[in-house]
Structures are given as C-alpha cells and as structure tokens.
C-alpha cells in the first residue's frame, strides 16, 4: 500500500513512520517510538507533575497513535503537532480521572 505526501507537508523521516503505521508495519512503531518517545513524555511529566501518570499517558498515547493513525492529515497539521495534541488530550483525561 502506498502513502503519498508532499514534500513540504511531511519530512521524509516522518513519511517513513506514518507510512509504516499506516500498513501496521512493527518497524513504524519502532521507528515512532525511537524518534518520539523521550520527548513525548517530557510533554507528559511536565503536565501531569507525576511521573506515573506521565507512564500512563504515554501507553494510552502510543495506543491511540497505533489505532488513529488514519486520522492523521498532513494537510492539517504538522506530525508533530499531531502527536502533542494526542499526548495533550491523554494527560486531560488522566489527570481528570485521577481527580474524580
């Protein structure tokens, strides 16, 4: 299955990862894991203030990346942007979840 991008929607290396995800390709996760992971869950300790939690929000992120990647749009936002959105959105439903 083939995945086109422009060039100035999507760098290369992103190109690759979602690619691969999109084909449900192990090596994409790898690859996003590698390249996203350390600074995904900086994002995610400094807005949960617990590293725990912070733990949590990266498991739900990576999950909910490996199930929506189809959502993604490059047209729409940059990869990256994508990405804090999504760990953004896990930490507000743990930290709520916590609080109840």
């Given amino acids: 299955m083939s995945h086109s991008y422009t060039l100035h ?3 290369l290396a992103e190109q690759k990862i979602v ?7 192990k090596e994409g996760f790898e690859l996003l894991y590698d390249t996203y992971s350390k600074s995904l869950y900086t994002l995610s300790l ?3 203030s ?3 939690v912070a733990e949590q929000v990266m498991e739900n992120t990576f999950i909910y990346i490996w ?3 189809d959502s993604f749009l490059p047209a729409r936002s940059s990869f990256g942007v994508w990405l804090v959105c999504i760990v953004k ?3 507000i ?7 109840s």
Avoid: P
Avoid at 19 to 25: E, G, P, Y
Avoid at 93 to 99: D, E, N, Q, R, V
């Fill in 67 to 69: 199930k929506n990647i």
């Fill in 9 to 11: 929607q999507i760098s």
């Fill in 50 to 52: 617990n590293s725990s």
């Fill in 19 to 25: 690619s691969l995800l999109k084909d449900k390709n």
């Fill in 89 to 91: 959105g896990e930490a």
């Fill in 46 to 48: 400094h807005l949960t």
């Fill in 93 to 99: 439903k743990l930290i709520g979840s916590t609080k």
